[in-house]
């Protein structure tokens, strides 16, 4: 039986809800100091990006510089930038995915989960 005559002790929720609300900035913040890399090319292009999606870096060997074909390039840094958003969207659902389930599961505004 639940004490208060069914009703949740609001005080216990509360201290869930700052808690969770804690652990959720403790994991932005972590997101937003490491960095993940995508390539493309077989390496030729790599992308650095932190966990929060913004671009930090980009490494573009020589080898892939053509001055007669610089679509080709455009596309393998596209390429390299998608694949580090990508790797970086998988370390938010790493790392926050389980907070949002503990807020009943129906994700964070905001968030791509």
Known sequence: ???GGGQPNMQQ???QAQKMQQDLARAQEELANTE???QSGGG???ATVTGAGELRGLVIDPKAVDPEDTETLADLIVAAVQAAGQNA???QQQKLGPLAQGLGGGGIPGLPF
């Open 44 to 46: 030729l292009v790599k």
């Open 1 to 3: 039986m639940i004490p």
């Open 13 to 15: 929720l509360l201290q």
């Open 36 to 38: 993940v890399d995508g």
């Open 89 to 91: 969207q998988n370390l």
